[in-house]
């Protein structure tokens, strides 16, 4: 999937602009990255356009165990946009992943994160 078509779907999911879905894209992933132990975000961006891979680079081992809702502020700070936009971002770009990567490797990808991410999911899929 190309860049493009990413941040597409993730705006029309969202909701949002274009400017805004690449924002919450890039924050969305840079947190992930952050959540996930390395070897799952080394995973990732094989699956992901070139232009989303440096961003889920891994800068600590082990993940530290943070709940959705600070995920959810770590994004809102990043993209400069409030918690509720934020939600149905994560949410957005989640699914895009999921498109992405493809069922297996999103599973295991949300297996490190707690239940509530999929609750996000549903949020961004009632918004369109």
């Not at 992933?29 to 699956?47: F, I, M, S």
């Amino acid at each position: 999937m190309a860049e493009l078509a990413f941040i597409d779907k993730v705006a029309e999911r969202a909701g949002v602009p274009e400017d805004q879905a690449r924002a919450l894209t890039e924050a969305t992933l840079r947190t992930l990255a952050e959540r996930l132990t390395a070897g799952e975000a080394d995973d990732l961006p094989a699956h992901l356009p070139d232009q989303f891979r440096a961003l889920l680079i891994k800068g600590q081992e082990p993940a530290p165990d943070f709940p959705l809702d600070e995920f959810v502020d770590r994004v809102a700070g990043r993209a400069g946009v409030p918690r509720a936009i934020a939600e149905r971002g994560i949410g957005s770009v989640l699914q895009a992943m999921h498109d992405a990567v493809g069922h297996k490797e999103f599973r295991d990808v949300m297996s490190q994160l707690p239940r509530e991410f999929g609750d996000l999911m549903d949020l961004s899929h009632r918004q369109r």
